[in-house]
Structure formats: structure tokens, C-alpha cells
């Protein structure tokens, strides 16, 4: 096996640069640091274009296993010295173990409404990777589909988001949208879209969730913009009851899934 110990490896260069966005979008690669994060990559089958572990720094006995499976279903494996490693990780202290892959997007004529899956969270213009990560992370929980991200959004692979997944970027699907298209899908998709207002006259426990659903998130500060509000089929609220006038998005999407969850008459919570 061939042992990469000089930083200025094109292969690394390339693979260091998937920090940036640009890098990504060019290259439609994302990479995904950590034991957690890879090996729950490897655990699903989610297609790899090369794992990068450092044996110095490697010391988990299961971190190894997770190598070992990657190997064995054929992904390019790249032995690096920790020296490589670090420059390729924006942890202080990193464990070792890193993969690169192929980001998935789905045409929202790709998107699709299995009975089993509880939704589609649809997110208006999210600027903070981070709560996309968790959000697909709160999606994957209550067995939602996926997001699609509309109009000018932070990157779900940036890796922030990928963080923030905890694995679920893996297995929830993704798709992305200008306004305009969003609201042409929505016309003939057939599914019911619910967006969130602190002016709604509806409150988040007295609506009708059946599916299919689109949720509808709106940013923290301006709240969903006209067009987006006028295709709804209804808007609901969440009380605020304390002096902040706004919940963090995900929190807000994470208590109306778990409602939606609640309310599907298989489910008993």
C-alpha cells in the first residue's frame, strides 16, 4: 500500500481544498471527517471515492474495523502520515480516520412521497449549515424523507453540516430549488404544504398533518417571504411566551416533526 507523507500531495491538495464551497461544487465531492461520521458511511453503503486514515493517530480498535470493511468492498484506501492528516483536518485534534464522497441531489421531479416516510421538510433560504445538518439529523429520527433547500442556502456537505448530520447526511436524501420551480413542483406534486408563522391563526397542535406533507421552514429573521406563504395550505404558529420573538430553526422544525410524528394514527409515542 502506497503511504502519502508529504501535504503538497496533489491528491491531498485536492481533497484539502473540499473545506471550501467552491471546491466542492466544482468537483461534486464532500469530505467527511471522524470515526462516527465514516463509519456510518461505510455501515450504510453510501459510495465512497476514497477513505484516509493515519495509523499514528488511529487508535481505535473499531476505527480499524471500519477500515477493514471499507477495503473489503473496494474503496480506494490511502495511508497518510499524521502530518498529512492534520493538514487535511480543521479539528485540534484529530483521530485519524477521513473519506471523501460523492454528494447526491436529487430534480425535484425526483422527489418522491413513499407512504412509510412521514415528510419533506422544504427550507427557505438556510444560512447556517449547521441547522441543515441537524435537521436532517431530527428528519432521519422521526422517518422524514429529506429537505430541499430553496433559493440562496448555506451547503448541506459544507462540513459544518455534515457535522452536525451525525451520519444522516447519508441517509436522508436532498434536494435543491429557485423559488420559481419549488413553486411550480408544488402546483403539481399533489402533496399538502405547511408552512410556520408567529402570525398564523393556526397553532402547531390543532393541524391537520395528513400526508403526503411538505414543512415549510422560514429563516429565523424574516420569516417566509409572500410567495412561499400564498401557496401553503396552511400556516401555523408556534406560542412564544418568553421575551425572544424567533425559536432556532431547527429546534422549531425539530418540535413540529416530532408533532407530525405524534399525530400519524399508527404511531403511539
Known amino acids: 500500500m502506497t503511504r502519502i507523507s508529504n501535504p503538497a500531495n496533489p491528491t491531498i ?10 471546491a466542492r461544487a466544482q468537483s461534486g465531492l464532500f469530505l467527511v471527517e471522524g470515526i462516527r461520521l465514516v463509519a456510518e458511511a461505510v455501515q450504510v453503503g453510501a459510495p465512497l471515492e476514497a477513505l484516509i486514515y493515519a495509523p499514528e493517530l488511529l487508535s481505535s480498535p473499531f476505527a480499524h474495523q471500519v477500515v477493514a470493511q471499507a477495503r473489503e468492498r473496494g474503496v480506494r484506501i490511502l495511508q497518510v502520515s499524521a502530518a498529512v492528516f492534520e493538514s487535511l483536518s480543521d479539528k485540534d485534534n484529530p483521530t ?7 454528494q447526491k441531489w436529487l430534480s425535484l421531479d425526483e422527489v418522491t412521497f413513499a407512504p412509510e ?15 441543515i445538518g441537524t435537521i436532517l439529523r431530527t428528519c432521519d429520527a422521526v ?8 433559493g440562496n442556502a448555506a451547503d448541506p456537505y459544507d462540513p459544518q453540516g455534515v457535522r452536525a448530520s451525525m451520519g ?8 435543491r ?7 411550480a413542483w408544488r402546483a403539481r406534486c399533489g402533496a399538502r404544504l405547511i408552512g410556520t408563522s408567529d402570525a398564523a391563526q393556526t397553532d402547531y397542535r390543532a ?10 421552514m422560514g429563516s429565523e429573521r ?11 395550505d396552511l400556516m401555523v404558529r408556534l406560542p412564544m411566551r418568553g421575551r425572544c420573538d424567533s425559536l432556532n430553526v431547527a429546534v422549531a422544525c425539530g418540535v413540529l416533526l416530532y408533532t407530525i410524528l405524534s399525530a400519524q394514527p399508527e404511531e403511539r409515542l
Do not use: T
Open 13 to 22: 491538495k485536492a481533497y484539502r481544498a473540499l473545506r471550501q464551497r467552491k
Open 96 to 102: 485519524g480516520l477521513a473519506a471523501v464522497a460523492p
Open 117 to 131: 416516510q412521514l415528510c419533506w421538510v422544504a427550507l427557505d433560504a438556510p444560512q447556517d449549515p449547521g441547522n
Open 143 to 150: 422517518g422524514a424523507a429529506g429537505a430541499i433547500v430553496l
Open 168 to 175: 444522516a447526511i447519508f441517509s436522508q436524501k436532498l434536494a
Open 177 to 183: 430549488a429557485s423559488y420559481a420551480d419549488f413553486l
Open 207 to 216: 393541524a391537520d398533518y395528513s400526508k403526503p406533507l411538505i414543512l415549510l
Open 222 to 232: 424574516e420569516g417566509l417571504p409572500e410567495p412561499l406563504k400564498a401557496a401553503c
